[in-house]
């Protein structure tokens, strides 16, 4: 090992952090950029209803077996978009909840199979827990309630995925 050579990379990104450097973030940018955020985040609970109207209309699409391919599309692309959204703008419980039901819908989508009684009710579940986390204004971890709602959801989860089987 005596012919290696060892060449230490500058880390630019820790000088970026820093303020120094090529890459320096702009502090009053970083601060604009944080202020937009926060705005437009007081403004979520309202919007946000919107996403949770079409989640319980894909919903009910599910529970009569009108176009059940796309209502559980359409589902899974508003539960992946919460997701991501809740934490953003200081609803963890929202980004736990829509985690949740996506990673429960995976395999329901690489299934042809319909939906059973049981799975129907773990959606109509989390639907209903964004609809609380919501109507609440259970913010960051949603403190006792938003957990008791998570454990709720985690419990209804495992018994349907405990019926469905291997």
């Avoid at 978009?81 to 829509?98: I, P, R």
């Avoid at 949740?100 to 827990?129: C, K, N, W, Y």
């Avoid at 919501?134 to 913010?139: A, D, N, T, V, Y």
Wanted: no cysteine.
């Amino acid at each position: 090992m005596a012919d290696a050579e060892f060449i230490q990379v500058p880390n630019t990104l820790r000088k970026a952090k820093m303020g120094s450097g090529p890459g320096k973030l702009d502090k009053n940018l970083l601060a604009n950029a944080e202020k937009a955020i926060e705005a437009f985040g007081e403004g979520f609970s309202d919007w946000i209803q919107d996403d949770i109207d079409e989640m319980e209309v894909a919903r009910l699409r599910l529970s009569q077996e009108e176009e059940p391919d796309r209502a559980l599309a359409d589902l899974y692309r508003i539960a992946l978009d919460l997701k991501g959204q809740g934490t953003s703008f200081g609803y963890n419980v929202v980004s736990a909840v829509g985690a949740s039901l996506t990673d429960f819908m995976d395999p329901i989508r690489e299934s042809d199979a319909p939906l059973s009684a049981l799975q129907l009710d773990v959606v109509t579940a989390h639907v209903g827990a964004i609809r609380a986390v919501i109507s609440e204004g259970l913010k960051d971890d949603g403190g006792a309630t938003g957990q008791a709602l998570l454990n709720g959801l985690a419990r209804i989860v495992a018994k349907a995925q405990a019926t469905a089987g291997p």
